[in-house]
């Protein structure tokens, strides 16, 4: 095997992620073009800044058009889930940054339905938003994992606020955790152990049920 060290490797993990210069690890490109998307979606853009993904689910109708325009102004990719089973489809099937839970009409809690969000996609950062919450309730979704807790009437400046933060912290989660997988790899007293080592950490960080590392030859061309 030709030395790993002096590698730019190819990592493909779950849909496709590819790593490159794995040692300077400055960025990470990951793409959803392969995954398998609820039927109707559209294959996510790539985004620019802070803008991220974005699972609304909100019932009444007024304030899913505010939300609809402060998300969307802001230049985050919305997907919206008309009640809690369809949010749950969608956060089986895609990666979401955040969802930003409202009004609904199943019957079930704001805390039972955060929940469940936590439970299909922990990853996924959390915003409730309340048309006659109290203090009780708030204290109990924040405990749950909520990142934030909105109540009526909404201020589109402190939806975005918010929003923007949650984004911020779900992707600094995931950079730190590369970053940790990384001095792993590279402290292992085995280098010929790396490039496996490369795949499991990768297969753990991003939740994946397998991955394949791809090594290019002295010509460019890419090998398993």
Not at 44 to 57: N, Q
Not at 82 to 88: C, K
Request: proline share 5%; net charge negative; charged share 25%.
């Amino acid at each position: 095997m030709t030395n790993s060290a002096s590698l730019e490797p190819t990592l493909f993990v779950g849909d496709v992620v590819t790593i490159n210069r794995l040692c300077d690890f400055k960025r990470n490109m990951i793409s959803d073009s392969d995954s398998t998307a609820p039927e109707g979606a559209d294959t996510y853009p790539e985004l620019a800044g802070g803008a991220g993904h974005v699972l609304l689910l909100e019932g009444d109708a007024l304030t899913r058009s505010v939300l609809m325009g402060v998300l969307q102004g802001s230049g985050h990719v919305v997907e919206l889930a008309s009640d809690p089973a369809q949010a749950l489809t969608w956060l089986d099937e895609r990666d979401f940054d955040l969802a930003l839970v409202g009004a609904h009409s199943s019957g079930l809690s704001a805390l039972g339905i955060l929940q469940q969000v936590r439970a299909f996609s922990p990853d996924t950062e959390v915003i409730m938003v309340s048309d006659r919450g109290s203090v009780r309730d708030a204290v109990a979704c924040l405990r749950a994992g909520a990142f934030d807790y909105l109540e009526q009437p909404l201020s589109p400046e402190d939806v975005e606020a918010s929003v923007a933060r949650a984004i911020e912290r779900r992707r600094l989660r995931a950079t730190n955790a590369l970053y940790r997988a990384t001095q792993v790899v590279f402290q292992d007293p085995q280098p010929e152990r790396m490039p496996q080592r490369i795949v499991e950490l990768s297969m753990e960080v991003m939740a994946a049920d397998d991955a394949s590392l791809m090594l290019p030859d002295e010509d460019g061309r890419l090998h398993l």
